[in-house]
């Protein structure tokens, strides 16, 4: 039996901007690394404080 093959365009880093190459499609990856997931939070919970 053949293998599927799913093709998933690359989505930009939530953070940085930079495109992703989506190694899996069940599981997008939205950020470069934790360090970019860590400040995106941080950036949020102060927007949402300040509001």
Do not use: S, T
Not at 22 to 33: D, I, Y
């Amino acid at each position: 039996m053949g293998v599927i093959e799913i093709e998933v365009d690359p989505l930009p880093c939530k953070w940085c901007q930079r495109p992703l190459e989506q190694r899996r499609w069940w599981a997008l990856k939205r950020f470069c690394g934790n360090w970019h997931r860590v400040k995106y939070r941080v950036v949020q919970i102060v927007g949402f404080v300040l509001d």
